[in-house]
């Protein structure tokens, strides 16, 4: 039920900043998020647009076409906002292609309980590129940090190998090491590692960081600069977003199998954001807005208050976007003199919200390029959406009331 | 042998033709399932849309034996015949015609 006061409201409001992520699914599916603009996310609620593997696949792919430091540095800027991007802006990160320096010893220590997931996760990998031995300490770790970390391993790993190992070894070390991140942070330092890949001296870079003070940027930094460099070359195959494809494409590398279409495909989506960077950033702005805030009037109506925000973003006459949510709800409503929408009936911030969404499928996103950036224009009775991104016009439906039937005291509708 | 087909070709500039009157109009013609509220928790489903071939009073029949629920035919002016289920029948109505061999596509959910 619509939450009455305003304060319970705005706990209503909190619990939904995650759900609308998972739930405006309808949305453009390829302008989802894109790491490059995380500070959106905070600001606005209901992000539109899941993350799909096709979106990840373009935006590392747009990372690895070089796009990559403008990501890396939003990312270690960002660091610290977002744990759930971070999962992403780290894949960017990876394909950072130049080492930089040592010397960002900023250290924000702050925050570093939030980063630890993420930190730990470079760390397998980068453990793996430098083929460290695996360490003991199995206690700490908690199942969930294992199953974030394989894929990621057998991302880094995979694509990673240099053909020194065989792969069944190497997945069990990543488990172990897994299980030893976090006595790996500290004892980065002191581990004798066969390390196999030849990468060591910058493993020893990497340890001085460590050691001196765990500094969070730093750390990352150099751990990113190394994933890089040990999979560099082979990113096309790290960049797949599951961790069973990057299985599977580490598996070619020894056997002479045909490549599966999953497979191809992911290669072609790769080579063709690779080719044109610009492809998953432009389409990449996230489309947001803040939930519908509905309140009971009464026992018999909801008020819609935030209705003129929400117009405004979407750059919707409220008329419009009134006259649709009336027919799709079946009711009537009125706008009041603060400019809120009250409605006839029970209604809930999910519902009004669902509705919302549909409205935005279909008058808001473009058909074309699935941007929100779009004008609504009326002619001679047609009603067509401009595309301002890519110019495409085409008209769309006027909204229609349906059959309605006749609800409550017959004697009232007469008079 | 004389060829069949030919002896009487449909005429698509005739207006009574049906068959080409289909086609045009086919794409306009969704079949529109609605709720409305009622007092309290109740609501009503209205279909509505459904080509006139097929029997109403059969189909409503089975919806509600199905649904467990009550509806009446109702005769709109402007809307055609709407049946009409008691609650939140939504669902239910969109999985029967699906099941029916009716198009995803060409039904519309309406409501919250």
């Known amino acids: 039920m619509a939450s009455e006061d305003p304060m319970a409201m ?86 950072e292609p130049e080492p930089a320096p040592v010397a960002d010893a900023n250290a924000n220590e702050l925050d570093f309980s939030d980063i630890k997931k993420p930190k730990k996760k470079k760390e397998v990998q980068l453990d793996l590129d430098d083929g460290a031995a695996p360490l003991d300490d199995f206690s700490d770790l908690k199942k969930k940090k294992k199953k974030k970390d394989i894929p990621m391993d057998l991302e880094g790993d995979a694509p990673a190998a240099e053909g020194a190992d065989d792969f069944s070894d190497l997945k069990k ?53 190394e994933v890089d460099e040990a999979e560099l070359g082979d990113n096309p195959f790290a960049a797949g977003g599951g961790g069973g494809g990057d299985e599977a494409a580490a598996l070619f590398i020894d056997s002479d199998r045909d490549y599966t279409y999953d497979e191809l495909l992911s290669r072609f989506f790769r080579l063709l954001h690779a080719a044109n960077p610009n492809l998953a950033s432009s389409s990449g702005k996230r489309y947001t807005l803040a939930p519908p805030s509905i309140h009971r009037d009464g026992n018999k109506k909801s008020v819609f208050a935030n209705i003129g925000d929400i117009c405004k973003r979407m750059h919707r006459e409220p008329q419009h976007v009134i006259n649709f949510l009336l027919t799709e709800m079946g009711t009537t409503g009125s706008v009041d003199g603060s400019g809120r929408l009250v409605i006839k009936g029970k209604f809930q911030q999910k519902q009004v919200e669902n509705i919302l969404r549909r409205y935005i499928v279909e008058y808001v996103t473009c058909k074309t390029c699935k941007s929100p950036d779009t004008l609504l224009t009326k002619e001679t009775r047609i009603s067509f959406i401009t595309c301002e991104t890519c110019g495409s016009r085409q008209s769309v439906s006027a909204i229609k009331a349906g059959y309605t039937a006749q609800v409550g005291k017959r004697k009232k509708q007469q008079v | 042998m004389s060829i069949q087909n030919l002896a009487n070709p449909a005429d698509p500039f005739d207006a009574d033709n049906d068959d080409f009157e289909q086609t045009d109009s086919t794409k306009e013609n969704y079949i529109h399932i609605r709720i409305q509220q009622r007092n309290g928790r109740k609501t009503l489903t209205t279909l509505q849309g459904l080509s006139p071939e097929y029997d109403y009073k059969k189909i409503l029949k089975e919806f509600k034996k199905q649904f467990a629920c009550n509806g009446t035919l109702i005769e709109d002016e402007d809307m055609g015949t709407v049946i009409q289920l008691q609650g939140d029948q939504r669902a239910k109505i969109l999985k029967f015609l699906t099941e029916q061999g009716i198009h995803r596509d060409t039904i519309k959910l309406h409501g919250f």
């Open chain 1, 10 to 95: 705005f706990a209503d409001m909190k619990k939904k900043k995650k759900k609308p992520k998972v739930a405006f699914s309808e949305e453009p599916a390829s302008a989802d998020a894109d790491p490059t603009y995380p500070p959106k996310e905070p600001i606005d609620d209901p992000a539109l647009g899941p993350v799909t593997a096709h979106e990840r696949i373009a935006t590392s792919a747009a990372a690895n076409a070089g796009g990559a430091e403008d990501a890396e540095a939003d990312d270690l800027k960002n660091m610290f906002g977002d744990l759930k991007k971070k999962k992403k802006k780290k894949e960017l990160a990876i394909e």
């Open chain 1, 173 to 225: 070390k990543k488990k172990k090491k897994i299980l030893a991140m976090e006595d790996f942070e500290k004892e980065l330092g002191n581990e004798a590692a066969p390390a196999p890949k030849a990468k060591k001296p910058k493993k020893v870079a990497i340890e001085e960081n460590e050691e001196g003070g765990e500094d969070e940027d730093d750390g990352d930094f150099d751990e990113i600069e």
